[in-house]
């Protein structure tokens, strides 16, 4: 484990004061590799997303990161180092390169070509209006946007929900290359078979709460039934 980019979640409860939607989370999330958070609709993963890069707060515990507490660090400085993307991409009005310049304003024209080969997007798509990208072009584009920060970490929110299987496998190919890379990302998914091709770690949630943790062999082996259909055991 990286220690340097690991989350540690320290009896945290989030949510709607005096009905939390996270409750008691006591859980580490490895600083390398994929960490899938899986689990039943409604069980807190979003939440749970959102709270690493102080979207959200906890109403009581403490969650740290690079071994200090987000409580201390500026949101700003945060994000930039600990990237989100949204199931559905948030898009800017004008082009493609427009959009880029959001994250990195002084962006030059090759480091914006060189960002967008680096996800799979042609050069030519740089002075598109980004309202006229596909699905998985847009996608892409805000997985660009996110890197010009060189964040250490990528959150994504259930990234190819909205996808077709051609765009999906291109937004998990990448994931899979930024991982290698050596950006961490964890990653919210109900696509057992996404979770079982991209995971090297597993975090399933349920009713609020940690129902397990480990790797697909060790959550295969369960005895816990929810967690067994959460990771897709056969």
Not at 60 to 75: H, K, Q, T, V
Not at 104 to 113: F, T, V
Not at 131 to 156: F, I, K, W, Y
Not at 173 to 191: C, K, M, N, Q, T
Request: glycine letters at 8%; charged letters at 25%.
């Amino acid at each position: 484990m990286s220690a340097s980019n690991a989350f540690v979640l320290d009896h945290v409860e989030a949510g709607i004061p005096g009905d939390p939607i996270l409750r008691s989370i006591d859980v580490t999330i490895p600083g390398t590799g994929i960490t899938v958070l899986a689990g039943p609709s409604g069980a807190g993963k979003t939440t749970f997303l959102r709270l690493l890069n102080r979207l959200d707060d906890p109403l009581r515990g403490e969650i740290y990161w690079n071994g200090r507490a987000l409580s201390d660090w500026d949101p700003t400085e945060l994000r930039r180092r600990v990237a989100m993307v949204f199931q559905r991409p948030p898009l800017f009005p004008g082009s493609v390169c427009e959009n880029l310049q959001v994250a990195l304003p002084d962006i030059s024209n090759e480091r914006a070509l060189h960002v967008l080969e680096h996800v799979g997007l042609d050069a030519d798509l740089l002075d598109q209006e980004a309202t006229t990208l596909s699905g998985g072009e847009a996608q892409r584009m805000c997985v660009a946007r996110a890197l010009l920060t060189e964040p250490d970490v990528l959150l994504a929110d259930e990234p190819t929900a909205a996808l077709d299987s051609a765009a999906r496998q291109k937004v998990e190919e990448l994931g899979e290359s930024l991982a290698g890379s050596g950006v961490a990302i964890v990653w919210v998914s109900h696509d057992t078979d996404q979770l079982r091709r991209l995971a090297d770690h597993v975090i399933v949630l349920a009713d609020g709460m940690v129902r397990a943790t480990g790797t697909l062999a060790e959550l295969d082996a369960s005895e816990d039934a929810i967690v067994r259909q959460s990771v897709g055991a056969i």
